[in-house]
């Protein structure tokens, strides 16, 4: 592995893991729900002109991200990396000094993260990310209202686990928090059983 094939994994497992407010950091976060079978573009442009390199990432919740693809701006060349090179439903549409991600068929699979990075030098910048939702995948996403508080104050939020489905398994809820411009931090997460539930996943923010 090339020294700079190093710096860059270790500067992701970095991002990835850090919680706390960082300026390198242009975090956009587009929460996107959609049906099975349709099809879905994801846009990723060029930062400021000067990243030569575009990678995709995609990250199933409670699991590490995996790289989809690498694109190089110059050349208009990608690379699709792991399994995504024999899944024809993903396809990189490059132009206009970007590199959208198109999935085609959307299956249940496919609810998870999409985060663009772009690459200056040794500086990875997570310029876009999109929460995708399949329909029938069994993701649930409840957003908290916004909510104005004086410091020192207090303020509770609610996550209620929707039930009446029949069948045996677990249902997990997850707590995240987004500080300003900083990237997605897990707060709290719960498992419990519920004997009249299917196992589905709510993701609260």
Request: proline share 3%; charged share 20%.
């Amino acid at each position: 592995m090339t020294s700079a094939k190093l710096i860059f994994w270790l500067m992701c497992l970095e991002k990835f893991a850090q919680t706390a407010s960082t300026e390198s950091l242009n975090w956009k976060t587009n929460f996107i729900l959609v049906k099975p079978g349709q099809n879905l573009t994801l846009l990723c442009l060029q930062k400021d002109n000067v990243s030569p390199m575009i990678y995709w990432f995609k990250q199933t919740l409670g699991e590490k991200p995996r790289l989809i693809c690498t694109y190089r701006i110059s050349s208009e060349d990608w690379k699709f990396v792991n399994d995504f090179k024999t899944n024809p439903r993903f396809q990189i549409h490059p132009g206009n000094k970007g590199a959208n991600l198109t999935i085609s068929d959307l299956e249940l699979s496919d609810s998870a993260t999409y985060y663009c990075v772009n690459q200056y030098v040794n500086v990875f910048d997570f310029t876009e990310d999109y929460k995708v939702i399949v329909e029938g995948s069994g993701l649930t996403i409840d957003q908290s209202a916004s909510h104005s508080i004086q410091a020192g104050g207090s303020v509770t939020l609610n996550c209620t686990v929707h039930t009446g489905w029949t069948c045996d398994g677990d249902h997990t809820v997850y707590w995240f928090r987004t500080p300003g411009q900083s990237q997605l931090g897990l707060m709290y997460s719960h498992t419990g059983r519920n004997k009249q539930c299917e196992r589905k996943t709510n993701t609260c923010f």
